[in-house]
Nanobody
């Protein structure tokens, strides 16, 4: 069974930084995407950033230049460095791992970690 555990959320002032980490335990196979999504109060969950097994990254326009995602395939971890935080970054951040390989279908989520940016 695959389990994702996030850490690193908290309260930070606007302009500050936080680093989120996610440890993925359990077995999964094939090319996959690890990523971070967020859900602000009253809004739908949205993509923040993803990184595929080969290191290819994708960022939401709203975080480009401020956030950086990286993964360690040997340790099955994915991290999100968040700089120059804004109040609109306040949300619950969820770690995700999903298959990018035909024939391997999986999509796992963590429980979420809360990030609050104060002004």
């Amino acid at each position: 069974q695959v389990r994702l555990v996030e850490s690193g959320g908290g309260l930070v002032q606007a302009g500050g930084s936080l680093r989120l980490s996610c440890v993925v335990s359990g077995s999964f196979f094939g090319t996959n995407a690890m990523g971070w999504y967020r859900q602000a109060p009253g809004k739908e969950r949205e993509l923040v950033a993803t990184v595929i097994t080969d290191g290819t990254t994708h960022y939401a326009d709203s975080v480009k230049g401020r956030f950086s995602i990286d993964r360690d395939n040997a340790k099955n971890t994915v991290s999100l460095q968040m700089n120059s935080l804004k109040s609109e970054d306040t949300a619950v951040y969820y770690c995700n791992v999903r298959s990018e390989s035909p024939g391997f279908e999986f999509d796992y989520w963590g429980q979420g970690t809360e990030v609050t940016v104060s002004t």
